[in-house]
């Protein structure tokens, strides 16, 4: 695919970059190396999640409101609610 005389299945010419445009200018493609993070700026804090007995409640309740809604839907297009 360096080759700018190449044609794809589709009869388009080759623009003679290759798979990876940017290996030869960069060592890698352009996504070889994107630091988004470092180690060294990790928290320790954010080794484990302890979210306690709040989050736990609030987890319950979404998952209780979640229910109720699907069975109300349920139950309000079904010939019972008629």
Do not use: H
């Not at 010419?13 to 200018?25: E, I, M, P």
């Amino acid at each position: 695919m360096k080759d700018k005389n190449w044609v794809d299945s589709q009869g388009r010419k080759g623009k003679g970059y290759g798979v990876y445009r940017y290996a030869d200018k960069y060592g890698a493609n352009v996504d070889g190396y994107s630091p988004i993070y470092t180690p060294d700026t990790w928290s320790e804090s954010g080794s484990s999640y302890k979210p306690g007995k709040f989050a736990l409640a609030a987890w319950a309740g979404l998952l209780a409101v979640g229910l109720i809604v699907a069975a109300s839907l349920i139950y309000q297009t079904s010939a019972l609610a008629n």
